[in-house]
């Protein structure tokens, strides 16, 4: 009797594991594939940077190139990981937009969003852990951290000669051509790569907009990119700097900038592309 209760009891907690594990399976994708693409894309930004100083390295393990395929990669290896069980976004903007002109469930969007938030900061994190002593090095000892030394290759801050103006005109012109090449590759009437090939094909959009367009702000795009990276930094020493930075650069320009450009791109690529009838823009 006493082996059937126990049988029984783990038979239960097995199936309350499966369930719960299935029912934050989505979410989870996204963090996972948000982390793996911030883990790519700042840990490129540390070797390249933190290596220019010659006490860190004695020549320099990387160039402007080398971003751009670090952040290219990750992408690619984000989606890869996350599209076949949450779609992946990685992306906030992404997710907004699409649950705008895609029919995406509203009732997912906080889950996704929150999940990509958390997989940025701790995809920061873990970079953070990988390159801190490098960063000790290049802020000149340990629990110095300055946004100009190296709080700036975790976060994105924009380049001083720009106006707020074209900050902002930066993040929505990429972002804008970013979620066109996404809603290009999966139109289904418009030759899309096949299925498999929808990282690779994410891969040559993000290389081409850094390589092109990422000088000015460091083509975030992406709020998750953005805020999890930087309340991370806030977390570990570089104070509130981080989110006063140019009149709350963060959220004027990171999240409003990369969600408006989106929306504008989408709509764009509606009006003038796309015929499915899932787009607000051919149901009306």
Not at 53 to 67: K, M, T, W
Not at 258 to 264: I, K, N, S, W
Request: glycine content about 12%; proline content about 5%; charged content about 10%.
């Amino acid at each position: 009797m006493v082996k059937i209760q126990v049988k029984n009891s783990r038979l239960f907690m097995s199936f309350l594991f499966t369930l719960s594990r299935y029912a934050i399976r989505e979410p989870a994708a996204e963090f996972l594939g948000t982390m793996i693409f911030v883990v790519f894309g700042t840990g490129v930004n540390c070797q390249v940077f933190l290596s220019m100083n010659s006490n860190v390295e004695s020549v320099p393990r990387g160039d402007f190139l080398s971003l751009n395929f670090g952040w290219a990669a990750g992408v690619a290896l984000g989606v890869w990981i996350a599209g076949g069980i949450s779609g992946g976004h990685i992306n906030p903007a992404v997710t907004f937009t699409l649950a705008v002109f895609r029919g995406f469930p509203w009732k997912k969007v906080p889950f996704y969003i929150f999940a990509q938030l958390l997989g940025g900061f701790c995809g920061a994190g873990i970079v953070y852990a990988n390159y801190f002593h490098a960063i000790d090095i290049v802020e000149g000892g340990p629990g110095i951290r300055t946004i100009s030394g190296s709080g700036d290759l975790l976060a994105t801050y924009a380049a001083s000669f720009l106006t707020p103006v074209s900050c902002f005109f930066s993040e929505f012109l990429g972002s804008a051509i970013l979620i066109i090449g996404v809603l290009c590759i999966t139109d289904k009437k418009n030759g899309p790569p096949p299925q498999g090939l929808v990282p690779l094909a994410l891969f040559i959009v993000v290389l081409g907009i850094g390589a092109s367009l990422g000088m000015n702000t460091s083509y975030s795009l992406n709020p998750a990119r953005d805020l999890g990276p930087r309340f991370f930094t806030a977390a570990v020493g570089y104070g509130t700097a981080v989110f006063t930075y140019r009149d709350h650069y963060w959220l004027w320009c990171i999240v409003l900038g990369p969600v408006t450009g989106m929306l504008c791109g989408a709509f764009v690529y509606d009006m003038l592309i796309f015929e499915g009838s899932e787009s607000i823009i051919n149901k009306a």
